[in-house]
């Protein structure tokens, strides 16, 4: 018997020592202690069919069996000795051994066990003796005739005991497997399957696509994200890991598959920041003959609706006008959105990012027609007012002043708690040159504009004219001001029966969706003198046929047939028109991106279209972080089994490990000498 | 427009020359000439909802819009011309333009399209004039008053215009987009997402099982078959391509999941022999509590059965009694095999291989109680007969005297053309000292057994007692038999409506399945003096409970928990129970196996285990073959997208390639230099 009684210790990074065996595998275990782990009666029932169907079982008094784990140490109370069983739903019942019902070994087994001992017990179900107060409410426990473990758990696991019941984080990383017995994973992993079948389901029933594996044994094209490279036994050939099925999947559109998908995995070695993992799911999808980009679009807020009535069952909603919001129904006309189209200059000039979170109705005022900015380079003056944020004596929220919440330039923020702040607050600004005065502005203009009063908190910051900086200073504001003040400032629900509108009740349930549209095709070169543009997506993407004049004579002005779907902030998705005719892609990568060696990387692609290749669209939608919308949560390690580390390793298998010279020669590579400093 | 009147030049195995753009991407094509590729009318059918709404199509004299590629060259015949349009689904239509119907510069336009051009038609139906003798026939053709060349085709793929129609592999493979847009190839892939959709409903719906992701970036494990190694950014570390989810998978029994599935990428460098592939696809599935591996099984059947039923639309076989079959009716009882269970000593005693061909009723008769083998390494003596093969004046097919047909040894192969043979056929063997008869054996009892006559052929071989030779020679003698002899020993069918027995129409459309069991746990050690035993499947497969004390007194003798299911003669999948007990699984690693980092590389998988892990069975469906098999085909490479050749290359974007050292660097590795030979 293992004891119990040692004090609990706190948790540490390292490996917890686990049990050690007598033998450490060089004595077989006797048939006696094996045997009754494989051979043990068939399950009758779990918790939850128990509970469903009581009263018969109740009359019928028939035995039940059921399998689970112990979920707390079983304890001896006087007479009787209980313990808790916990199913393969979550579901916990207390399981009772008296001395009428079993004989007292099993009883001393039972007692002998430990959390997280896996087990079968047979039984009869009876009705609890409710607690004071609760005689209401009719539970039941079994008591149990037979009791066998199936398969013991250790000292660690047992110390684990309470912390498995709070939250999952709590339990070391390379225990990962006690992680996902919490019911918190344990929910999170079975919604993520449920939604890959609803996207499936949908796409294959709704919309005729078929499913197509594309290789991940691809081919090194070193014009996007740092890609992982795999060694072949041929000397000096290397396949890479695709950050995409992009290529193939356009290839596709010229084998003759009109709607292609797959729920795909990619990868991409880079650094990981914050919520990023090196190998990642997409839905990634195709089709062709494609006249109007909303098709795709149509299709795509299908799948997304479909996930969220049967997964997260919660409405996904639309904002309509200015700060209300109705409930998206589905409609027959499957080319039209029902997601509103913002573009990107609109996105980027009034909420200063192109993901905008829409839940919050904060926005941007321009003032370049009252004020001019001093630096040329931001010349735009725009501010951002958060109405009644002091209202109840409160101060400015530290966040908002705090260098390192900004990734870039931060805004002047100015908590205006006096009259003479009211109308005077741009004062010290003018006075130190910051601001200037536009010719003919005046102060009664920006008042009208501004409508600023005390209590208010006002932020202003300048901007370049057409922004590439994304979030600029006061999108980030935006950002922080959403997450200070999660109550205020929130879109209202506009009832689509009869036009009421209400308060969002529970702002975690609240989702908002939009399109984001207009992209610029191109960024502005990455160095100075440097005449190759950067695609602002990748390099297929179409123009905008009224932009197409453009490509030629100001290309920077050129707008992409880009969309990308953003719902809370958060992009989820992004998809474009591709480029179709091979003459146009061969322009787009040698005259404007300049792709010296662009036959070699995409010879084969251009290829493709020359044969014919239909006009086509697609989209992808980043499958972990909707699931982790889905779930609420804000990381993607939560629906993903087994996660990597900031350091890109799984400290459960501890990988990445060091590999024989041998091995590696048949590869034909070695490894570098380390470098001297 | 581009002349189609060069001769048709032969196709090579190289690159096709494709067209050669007048700018090469130097300048920006014309707006008029990239906007009708863009802008084109909304399609209003395809051929197949024109066909099935004819006649009000007929009535209404509406016009239809339908999109395609140009399927042979358009040709003018006296005042019309006449175009092929393909649509989507494969389906082809008769396009007309007449001098009423539109305008010259259109037709003009068609004229000088070429086959594979993607085009856009806008018309009338009308019904064709049917042919002399098909007045029966209704079809139709439509008259064209609009007509647009959404993107051109180039003279290549309008060479590969005849080709195409027939096979596609005499396409080259660098142009397997045009291999693809062929009916087979298309077929097989829809067929193939096809079956993934019922695999995963039948899993989800009906079994209630979970699907999950696990990690492709995974840990080196050196102990099966060579495995793709993927560099990291830290030094001398890499990870691993999974040959299987199987360690994951069994962790993910350790974490509260009782009925996993995924269908899964897995990888293996091996040597690219005959019909593999570098990375291949796996419907893998593992379930927890369970007390009887045929609870595994039964979804199996459930899962392959539907797939025949709802993909091939064609039922599936499984051997009663002896040489009759009955079609396989799904039971309530979901936990007892309706495919039978064959011991791998059956199988190779009767079949000569662990993956025996049941449409066959050939099976080997064993000799040794008249004859006795010269050779103590082989003692058995066993014959197989061809009856009747020689009935019609045929000689002994080349193949079974072919040593190249045969992977080691070969059986000695008679025909039986004289009654002299017919009773004497032995005595050469018997003076060569080959055979000896067995005491008191007598031809009397020979002549029982065998019942060899004129027509027949024999084959004789010898074998090991308990066979690790797999197939034995005649085991591949019974292959050659099947293919020689497609119509000849197949087992019949027995109606399961009213008991009558009848012949099978068309070999192709049979499918036989059975399970094999009870297979040898492990092999003997691969080199001489070793006493490394090695995993017949792999090292987690648990003991049969009633062999289990031969793990420590003969473990040669013991048989594992394995089974395959076996169509056809081809192995489609295979799965065991378990080793979910930490203590017996380190006994097998170390002392069994003798594997001498054991801890090092499954430590994580022990300690999993240890954490009360409940009892697991699980298997795994190569679907690949499981595909080809339900299209018909001999290769999985007719039902994977992009295949690797076999020197493991994908000759369309023509990969693996060259990494600058560059690159590598950031890989802290390098090339190794040349060896010197």
Redesign the interface.
Known sequence: MISNHRPQRPMRSGRLF??T?S???????S?GT??P???????TADIKSITSSLDSLLNSSKDVTI?G??NRKPRKMSVNTFGELRD?N?DLTQIIMTPQSTSSELIEELRSGIP???I?VTGKVQLKVPKAGEEHLRSWELIVEKFQV?????E??SQLDKLKHSNPESLPP?????Q??TPKL?DA??K??QA??VA?QTL?ENHNF???????????T?EGA?E??????????????PQSPQ??KQ??M?????RYFQIA?C?R?EDLRADRQ??F?QIDLEM??I??SDQVGAVVEDVVKSIWEKVAVKPIYRPLGDDLLEEVKKTDNT?SLSFPKISYIDAMTKYGIDKPDLRSTLKFVELSKIFKSSNSRFPIVEACVLKNALSNGTKIPHSFKDNSKYPGRKPIVIGISTEELKTGWFEKFIEKGVLQFQEGASQGQLAEVLNVEVGDILAFSTREELPYENPTSLGRFRQLAIEEYPNHWRRKIKESSDGTIREVQDPSTLFVASWVVDFPLFNPPEEEGSERLQSTHHPFT?VK?ED??L??SDPLKARGEHYDLVINGVEVGGGS?RV?????Q??I???LLKIEN?EELFG?L??????????HAGLALGFDRLCSMLIGSNSIRDV???P?NQ??A?P????????PAD??????????E?KQS
């Open positions: 686990f049990r065996y033998s450490r595998g060089t004595r077989l275990p048939l094996t045997l782990k494989f051979s043990f009666p068939e399950s399998y784990h112990l393969h979550g997280e001992d896996s079968c199936l398969n013991k758990s250790n660690a696991a390379h225990l990962r497997y006690l996902l017995r344990q992993l079975r993520r399957s890959a079948n499936r294959i078929v499913e197509i594996e594309t290789p991940l044994l691809f081919k090194s070193p740092r992982f490279l795999v060694p072949t036994r041929t000397p000096s050939k290397f396949y890479a890991l290529q193939y290839i596709l010229s084998s003759g598959f009109t995995k990868f070695d090196p190998e799911t062709s003959f006249s109007d080319n179409m046929l197409y004049k490509l030629e028109r179709h005719d091979p003459e146009l061969m322009f990568l040698k005259s662009h084969h251009i290829q493709a279209l020359s044969m014919g290749c239909p006009p993903i089994a087994f990597k350091a890109g799984d459960m298998v501890e990988s990445p490990t060091s590999v091995v590696l020669g048949n590869y034909h590579i070695k490894l570098e380390s």
